[in-house]
T-cell receptor, first 113, second 113 residues
Framework: GQQVMQIPQYQHVQEGEDFTTYCNSS?????IQWYKQRPGGHPVFLIQ?????EVKKQKRLTFQFGEAKKNSSLHITATQTTDVGTYFC?????????????FGKGTKLSVIP | GAGVSQTPSNKVTEKGKYVELRCDPI?????LYWYRQSLGQGPEFLIY????????DSGLPNDRFFAVRPEGSVSTLKIQRTERGDSAVYLC???????????FGSGTRLTVV
């Protein structure tokens, strides 16, 4: 089946440092979504990217979708302790099953104050 | 309601027993999804409803799993003859339309002993 690879699995940063997580699919995605899950919580929707080469910003968060629509990244500038959690990318593919999302394993972010 | 509501929040059952997990989506959301999340993993797709019908049930692992949404709102995930490997957090999500960002519920933690 379709797989979405996400790296790194863990990232520890000092507060104020930047953080990036990367997501890759072997086949073209129709769109990609990003979610944040706080410890003990449930995934919370952050953003959806649809267009090739798309870049979207939410305050300190920058999301990119690759030109080939096979990879994506999330970059956080100047991390804060409130950024702690696991960040998941989730890809959707065209055709049958196009509304289901294939989640990566997530990147667990720890921020040292 | 204001969010997606899942009950119970925790369920402990003995191997071989039958369980039902309930999901009450956001009012007006036509799309409803069930996912399963094991520790340290991303959510794994189970089934997608558009209205009352199961539009995609390709993620159900076997015929012990079944889900219904008879009136197009509340959904119930039913698991027969539970096995220890069924232990996980079962997440329900809804979205305004198929393919848009999900709102997840807090999940039901199922433990099969």
């Amino acid at each position: 089946g379709q797989q979405v690879m996400q790296i790194p699995q863990y990232q520890h940063v000092q507060e104020g440092e930047d953080f990036t997580t990367y997501c890759n699919s072997s086949t073209t995605l129709s769109n990609i979504q990003w979610y944040k899950q706080r410890p003990g919580g449930h995934p919370v929707f952050l953003i959806q990217l649809v267009k090739s080469g798309e870049v979207k910003k939410q305050k300190r968060l920058t999301f990119q979708f690759g030109e080939a629509k096979k990879n994506s990244s999330l970059h956080i500038t100047a991390t804060q302790t409130t950024d702690v959690g696991t960040y998941f990318c989730a890809g959707a593919y065209s055709g049958a099953g196009s509304y289901q999302l294939t989640f990566g394993k997530g990147t667990k972010l720890s921020v040292i104050p | 309601g204001a969010g997606v509501s899942q009950t119970p929040s925790n369920k402990v059952t003995e191997k071989g027993k039958y369980v039902e997990l309930r999901c009450d989506p956001i009012s007006g959301h036509t799309a409803l999804y069930w996912y399963r999340q094991s520790l340290g993993q991303g959510p794994e797709f189970l089934i997608y409803f558009q209205g009352t019908g199961a539009a995609d049930d390709s993620g159900l692992p076997n015929d012990r799993f079944f889900a219904v949404r008879p009136e197009g709102s509340v959904s119930t995930l039913k698991i027969q003859r539970t096995e220890r490997g069924d232990s996980a957090v079962y997440l329900c999500a809804s979205s305004a339309t198929g393919g848009s960002g999900y709102t997840f519920g807090s999940g039901t933690r199922l433990t099969v002993v």
